[in-house]
């Protein structure tokens, strides 16, 4: 039986639609790829981002603002010495893209204008942290991207 080039197209198509459809159904039976939103109540969560938006406009419009670092003891948080420390009130979420069981949600609680998280909670690789913070009645929000080595 000898193959002309418009049946070898249509094989190849084939095969090759035949091994897409098998790496989607693998990905999407498995439970090993996880495949989650990134965000519980995506659209719940959406109504809320005018208001989000403002509360990141008042973090910008700071004139003195307050760092994110990577140090060695851990993460550490800093508010200029402007700002009384009493009066900021707020949390501190970290959240571990690749993978949602390492995220955790951390009380600001000053001391000396700042506030460390400690090494031991966190693993090597991306973090992306969200403060969200008050501070005499206005409401602010602050996005870092830290990598912890």
């Known amino acids: 039986m000898k193959i002309n080039w418009g049946t070898g197209i249509v094989i190849a198509f084939a095969l090759f639609m035949t091994f897409i ?5 693998e990905v999407q039976s498995n ?15 959406d109504t809320h981002f005018q208001e989000e938006m403002a509360r990141i406009q008042n973090a910008h419009d700071l004139q003195h ?20 420390s009493d009066k900021i009130k ?11 069981k ?3 949600n951390t009380e600001i609680a000053l001391t000396n204008s700042s506030i460390v998280i400690p090494h031991k909670k966190l693993i090597k690789g991306r973090w992306d942290v969200n403060m969200e913070w008050q501070y005499e009645g206005k409401k602010y929000l602050t996005k870092e991207v830290i990598y912890v080595k």
């Open 21 to 25: 459809l098998y790496f989607v159904f």
């Open 65 to 84: 603002k307050p760092s994110v670092k990577f140090e060695e003891d851990g993460v550490k948080v800093t508010f200029p010495a402007t700002f009384e």
């Open 31 to 45: 439970s090993k790829y996880d495949n989650d939103l990134v965000v519980e109540e995506y659209y719940k969560h």
């Open 102 to 104: 390492f995220d955790f």
């Open 90 to 100: 707020g949390n501190i979420l970290l959240y571990r893209p690749s993978n949602k």
